[in-house]
């Protein structure tokens, strides 16, 4: 079955570059997510990347897919203090897939001073 | 405001206890979805709904139950035949028009085993 892979902490310091990778083994992964959880709350979309693109960039976040590798990565620059929370690497087929996403296990980012 | 509310925040099932958590959108999404979260583990599918009165079981649907009579709602039964239903429960909806499905997700439930 799918399988999506992440490293469970990150630690960085507040005005650094974070990435969080993430690997998958769906080879017909049409599109891949990535959503923050903060304490307590549901999950909420960051973005999101079409598998025919190597590169989305939103603001301060930057996407980059190397499909032949199956990964992805999220790039958060100049991490502040309010981005600490879970990620969480998401794919799915798309199509009549709809909503079934595989999740990754999740990577905690904590940003201190 | 436009969103997913969950409810209740925190519950607690009694041994042999069926529980109900309530998840209910305003956003005129078409699907719905129950995920479960374990403690450092991804989210895992429950059940899901494309349609009113229309859902399919997901990867641990064992022990649980669900309906769709209204396409607001969409609440999920744990029941006694659940053995490990500690776990953080989150309802989403998205549009269900295929493609990039975005999901929009509920503040969850917290449910635990007396």
């Known amino acids: 079955g799918e399988d999506v892979e992440q490293s469970l902490f990150l630690s960085v310091r507040e005005g650094d570059s974070s990435v969080i990778n993430c690997t998958y083994t769906?080879?017909?992964?049409?599109?891949l997510y990535w959503y923050k959880q903060e304490p307590g709350a549901g999950l909420q979309l960051l973005t999101y990347?079409?598998?025919?693109?190597d590169m989305k960039q939103d603001q301060r976040l930057t996407v980059l897919l190397n499909k032949k590798d199956k990964h992805l990565s999220l790039r958060i620059a100049d991490t502040q203090t309010g981005d600490s929370a879970i990620y969480f690497c998401?794919?799915?087929?798309?199509?009549?897939?709809?909503?079934?996403?595989?999740f990754g296990q999740g990577t905690i980012l904590t940003v201190h001073p | 405001d436009g969103g997913i509310t969950q409810s209740p925040k925190y519950l607690f099932r009694k041994e042999g206890q069926n529980v109900t958590l309530s998840c209910e959108q305003n956003?005129?999404?078409?699907?719905m979805y129950w995920y479960r979260q374990d403690p450092g583990q991804g989210l895992r599918l429950i059940y899901y709904?494309?349609?009113?009165?229309?859902?399919q079981k997901g990867d641990i649907a064992e022990g649980y139950s669900v309906s769709r009579e209204k396409k607001e709602s969409f609440p999920l039964t744990v029941t006694s035949a659940q053995k490990n239903p500690t776990a953080f429960y989150l309802c989403?909806?998205?549009?269900?028009?295929?493609?990039?499905?975005?999901?929009?997700f509920g503040s969850g439930t917290q449910l635990s085993v007396l």
């Open positions: 989403a909806s998205s549009l269900g028009a295929g493609g990039a499905e975005k999901l929009f």
């Open positions: 769906d080879s017909s992964s049409t599109y």
């Open positions: 990347i079409f598998s025919n693109m």
């Open positions: 998401a794919e799915s087929a798309g199509g009549t897939s709809y909503g079934k996403l595989t």
């Open positions: 956003l005129n999404h078409d699907a």
């Open positions: 709904s494309q349609i009113v009165n229309d859902f």
